[in-house]
Nanobody, 117 residues
Framework: VRLVESGGGLVQPGRSLRLSCATS????????MFWYRQAPGKEREMVAS????????DYAESLKGRFTISRDNAKKTVYLEINSLQPEDTAMYYC???????????WGQGTQVTVSS
């Protein structure tokens, strides 16, 4: 299982970003996919999830409205779009893959998002 995140960077407040998670080495269409984030000094938190077929998405309650998770199984890629970025969105964003029948999955190395003027 290989997960490679990209799309992070330094952005100004109010702007948007789309993060990508390119997958390889496994049948991504069988896996539920997740985005997590971890800010400095804080615990890792789940941002969004999407089922293997893409028919259901869920978001952290506090983040609903500005985040959109999607997937393209043909391209083996999962996306996270973040709108109206705020300084508190500054964090390392991680992709996570897990088969629905298993308790644990695999992590990517993360992509850093820094929101600052």
């Amino acid at each position: 299982v290989r997960l490679v995140e990209s799309g992070g960077g330094l952005v100004q407040p109010g702007r948007s970003l789309r993060l990508s998670c390119a997958t390889s080495g496994f049948a991504v269409s069988r896996y539920d996919m997740f985005w997590y984030r971890q800010a400095p000094g804080k615990e890792r938190e789940m941002v969004a999830s999407i089922t293997n077929s893409g028919d259901r998405v869920d978001y952290a309650e506090s983040l609903k409205g500005r985040f959109t998770i999607s997937r393209d199984n043909a391209k083996k890629t999962v996306y996270l779009e973040i709108n109206s970025l705020q300084p508190e969105d500054t964090a390392m964003y991680y992709c996570y893959a897990r088969e629905p029948t298993r308790a644990f999955g695999d992590w990517g190395q993360g992509t850093q998002v820094t929101v600052s003027s």
